[in-house]
């Protein structure tokens, strides 16, 4: 009877992290994506639970979905500026552009070594068949 109990808060846990974390909401293909995601579901259910703790030891009653409410009251999201929004996509654009320049130098110096390689071959083939 003791462990059915403990299983009803495990249970709870879970369905709490799933509507307020959005531990359903997972969507990618690998365990390394998953593992990331269920730990920044954890940390993140952490933190609520910390927040609640430290109302009631205040005496304070709240729910974790207040505790949400309070959080987003207390820290709203920061509102970009156009100029640090033009920046943001600027700075993501040129990493774009430098990852795909260099994914395009890895593709040329392999076709220059299979080119090598080839030419290497083709002359111990002709020096082979000279003999």
């Not at 293909?29 to 940390?43: G, P, Q, Y």
């Not at 259910?45 to 009631?56: C, E, G, H, T």
């Not at 207390?74 to 640090?84: D, G, H, Q, V």
Request: charge should be positive; include cysteine.
């Amino acid at each position: 009877m003791k462990n059915q109990a403990k299983r009803y808060w495990i249970e709870r846990n879970f369905e709490d992290a799933k509507g307020l974390c959005d531990l359903d909401r997972f969507r990618e293909r690998n365990w390394m994506a998953w593992h990331h995601h269920v730990a920044l579901c954890a940390v993140a259910m952490l933190f609520i639970l910390k927040v609640q703790r430290y109302f009631s030891k205040k005496s304070i009653f709240v729910s974790l979905n207040q505790v949400i409410s309070i959080v987003r009251h207390k820290n709203p999201l920061r509102k970009l500026s156009t100029a640090e929004l033009a920046d943001s996509i600027n700075n993501v654009n040129k990493m774009r552009t430098w990852s795909w320049i260099g994914k395009m130098k890895q593709c040329l110096k392999r076709k220059v070594e299979n080119a090598a390689n080839w030419i290497t071959n083709l002359i111990e083939t002709r020096s082979e068949l000279s003999i």
